[in-house]
């Protein structure tokens, strides 16, 4: 059986606005998978100022004492 009433012209008025907002929710979700994708991949620290240099202690051997 085929539908009682086929206005083409009527259909596409009535399903315009449903079909614009199916496009505008898969826009946004790609939006907020590309979003996360660039946060969970940038390198940490990638924003922060080079660390100042740090120095080391270095000790002589003779203060070290080895187990027997």
Avoid at 3 to 19: I, S, W, Y
Avoid at 34 to 44: A, G, N, Q
Avoid at 49 to 64: D, G, H, K, M, Q
């Amino acid at each position: 059986m085929s539908a009682p009433d086929t206005d083409l012209e009527k259909q596409k008025k009535r399903h315009a606005v449903p079909l614009a907002g199916m496009v505008a929710v898969i826009a946004i979700a790609i939006l907020g998978l590309v979003f996360l994708i660039s946060f969970f991949t940038k390198e940490p620290g990638a924003d922060e100022e080079p660390a100042a240099e740090v120095s080391t202690l270095v000790l002589p051997a003779e203060t070290i004492v080895l187990p027997v």
